[in-house]
């Protein structure tokens, strides 16, 4: 995309949740790049409002507990009356730390708490923002994960998260359809760490050299097929799920 396309804008909005850092953070600093608007969302208000004043004029910031249904429908309708229409949600807020918690030991607020985040969020949003997508011919893009379809141990809460919100996405797009495409993205290893972090401690090669392709992921793998799924190439495409994992799912892999 040229910085001219970049300055001038394609007149969409995108919201992005989850938007602070890593996977979102990345997928905002893509579509600005392509000239979208974005709205970034995230708890994280101190951090969320660096990352929108240093990606630019195209980056506003609103701070969001995706699980509160009422902070959801007042952010909607401050992001209507800032630009006036909606052209895209990704939904990527999520609670991720799988294998956490052994299941004797995971108390249910925990388990509620996950699922509220990763799997009512994107339902609320979704409620809350469909009538202005479908106004526009829309999108729905839900991050998953490849842990919705293979486990580590103590991952239940996330892992039952991310299945449900597979199964919510090709719901949506039966729902939504056919002004509103609704897909999913499932990442495999991304490594979504701050650039300081990745410095002090890199990947290994092993690390690397256990993926199909020879390398861990990166935010702009996941990027890049999002902005291609919201964009108009992708119109004929709904209720799929996109694996960006490196061939790790499709590997056998067996024990010495």
Request: glycine content about 10%; aromatic content about 6%; overall charge negative.
């Amino acid at each position: 995309m040229s910085d001219l396309a970049s300055i001038i804008g394609n007149g969409k909005v995108a919201l992005v949740t989850g938007a602070a850092r890593g996977i979102g953070l990345g997928i905002s600093a893509w579509l600005i790049a392509e000239g979208w608007q974005v709205v970034l969302v995230d708890q994280d208000r101190e951090r969320g409002g660096k990352v929108a004043e240093a990606l630019g004029e195209k980056a506003w910031f609103a701070a969001l507990d995706v699980a509160q249904e009422s902070q959801v429908a007042v952010t909607i309708a401050e992001v209507l009356g800032q630009f006036g229409r909606l052209d895209a949600l990704v939904c990527n807020a999520a609670i991720a730390r799988p294998g956490a918690t052994p299941l004797e030991s995971l108390a249910l607020s925990e388990w509620n708490r996950t699922l509220a985040v990763n799997l009512s969020g994107p339902m609320l949003l979704a409620k809350h923002c469909a009538p202005y997508l479908r106004a526009h011919n829309g999108c729905i893009v839900n991050i998953a994960s490849t842990r919705a379809h293979q486990s580590e141990r103590h991952s239940e809460a996330y892992a039952a998260s991310k299945g449900g919100l597979l199964s919510l996405t090709h719901a949506l797009a039966a729902s939504l359809g056919p002004e509103i495409r609704v897909n999913a993205v499932s990442p495999g290893w991304i490594d979504a760490r701050d650039p300081g972090e990745r410095a002090s401690a890199p990947l290994t090669e092993l690390d690397h050299d256990q993926h199909t392709v020879g390398r861990v992921g990166t935010v702009e793998d996941v990027a890049s097929l999002v902005a291609w799924l919201i964009g108009d190439s992708a119109g004929f495409i709904t209720g799929q799920e996109f694996v960006v994992d490196g061939g790790m799912t499709r590997k056998m892999i067996y024990l010495d």
